[in-house]
């Protein structure tokens, strides 16, 4: 049985999703995030075919001989790089979503942990450069390591749960916090928490939201 998913991705960034044009660790993120969230799923599929319709908007396009994973394709060629996103999978009764499986090699024993203080562990993820991914292990009770937010940063709870000052984050819940954002995030009591977490700095991610917005509704 799934949790209900309370903490959702904006449209923002998955809109960036389907164009493909976000950092791997982000596209990491948002791919962990839909096989975990129908609601979310459903939104980038939208998405998806909204991006469709402007490509066949396109003269000169032979739309015929496009097979739909073009698309993204195609929209690799106008950003001027290939792109490989990863893809959503269904949900298993791991603790990993799929496509955090295919990044370390399997479930929680395949993860290589680093202890960072306090009872707390990370194994960072080897994704491109301009962003950064990291598994995050908070033991029951314990704060999360403080750190300033440089960007955007994305958290989504994989095992257990954590509280802040406003809100309640469990399973599949997706916290968007950006430079300003002050809390003190706390591991529920009940089991150890375990998170993965992206951040963009020094890349200015929401530079990027407005370019992609364009791509989309031509505006
Ligand atoms: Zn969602």
Not at 37 to 51: H, I, K, N, P, W
Not at 95 to 116: E, H, M, S
Not at 119 to 132: C, F, H, R
Request: hydrophobic share 45%; with cysteine; proline share 7%.
């Amino acid at each position: 049985m799934r949790n209900e998913i309370k903490h959702h991705l904006n449209d923002s960034i998955l809109m960036a999703y389907a164009a493909g044009a976000l950092p791997e660790a982000f596209s990491l993120m948002v791919a962990s995030h839909l096989s975990l969230c129908d609601t979310c799923r459903a939104q980038a599929e939208s998405f998806d075919a909204l991006g469709g319709e402007v490509l066949e908007s396109i003269d000169g396009v032979d739309i015929a001989s496009l097979r739909p994973e073009s698309f993204e394709a195609t929209l690799a060629l106008i950003a001027g790089g290939p792109v490989e996103k990863p893809q959503p999978a269904p949900m298993t009764c791991s603790v990993l979503p799929q496509p955090l499986r295919d990044y370390v090699g399997g479930d929680l024993d395949a993860i290589r942990w680093t202890p960072v203080g306090m009872g707390v562990k990370q194994a960072i993820l080897p994704t491109s450069k301009d962003a950064s991914a990291r598994l995050l292990f908070i033991p029951a009770g314990t704060a999360m390591p403080d750190h300033g937010h440089h960007g955007t940063e994305i958290t989504m709870v994989l095992q257990g749960a954590f509280q802040d000052e406003d809100d309640y984050f469990a399973r599949g819940d997706v916290e968007i916090a950006d430079s300003d954002m002050h809390h003190t995030p706390v591991a529920d009591i009940h089991e150890d928490c375990i998170c993965l977490a992206v951040a963009d700095a020094p890349l200015q991610f929401d530079r990027l939201i407005p370019k992609i917005a364009q791509r989309f509704l031509r505006i």
